[in-house]
């Protein structure tokens, strides 16, 4: 009976104490704004408002704009408009192209 009790009670001693979760309660606590449909046509740049990438931990990698009205819409992370608009937007090195 003492041995049952050590090896419980040394097996709740590590399950609190270890970092490692399982992939599924990661993926529950990944944020709000994930992307599971894209929008395939481009938008006039004058109707952006903010163009946002998706966190790392949801399952596809897009992007978010907000349009001035308040609208989101979702396009693939590997959507040549959507990276050029991002870059452009972001100040960083885009593919250059004009949108």
């Not at 309660?25 to 109707?47: D, L, Q, T, W």
């Not at 399952?59 to 693939?76: D, E, M, N, P």
Request: proline share 2%; charged share 10%.
């Amino acid at each position: 009976m003492k041995t049952l009790c050590i090896t419980l009670g040394l097996l709740l001693l590590i399950a609190c104490c270890c970092d490692a979760m399982p992939t599924a309660v990661e993926i529950s606590m990944a944020p709000g704004n994930c992307c599971f449909g894209f929008y395939n046509r481009g938008i006039h740049v004058k109707r952006v408002s903010t163009i946002t990438k998706t966190h790392s931990s949801c399952l596809k990698q897009a992007f978010i704009v907000q349009t001035i009205r308040g609208k989101h819409i979702c396009y693939s992370g590997s959507f040549q408009w959507a990276l050029d608009l991002y870059n452009q937007l972001h100040n960083t090195e885009g593919s250059g192209q004009q949108l």
